[in-house]
């Protein structure tokens, strides 16, 4: 995963859709929201405010900010004692890193 962008996704002229915003978020984890969020604000800046993919961009930011600081959890609760995929949010010290 990387800060690169779909050529297609950067030609002049070319109007994002809601389906790229879902394209690229809809794998989102933890380790990857930052740079899908970066991402995803290249695609969206210059919509206007009332766009449909503006919105759906913003509402995609707002959960790729949640999973990368919050962790997730997909499809049902996890078990009593298991985490939720880690986040940026936690700290390891230099001790702890492999």
Known sequence: MSEF???RRTAPGYEPTVEDIHALTA???PHFAGQLSIRVRRLI???PANS???AEGERA???LHDISFGGETR????AQGQPTLSSVS???T?????
């Open 90 to 92: 936690e700290q390891t």
């Open 5 to 7: 962008e779909n050529p």
């Open 94 to 98: 230099s001790d702890e890193q492999i």
């Open 27 to 29: 794998a989102a984890t």
């Open 61 to 63: 930011l707002a959960v």
């Open 75 to 78: 499809g049902h609760a996890p």
């Open 45 to 47: 800046e210059g919509l």
């Open 52 to 54: 449909p993919v503006r």
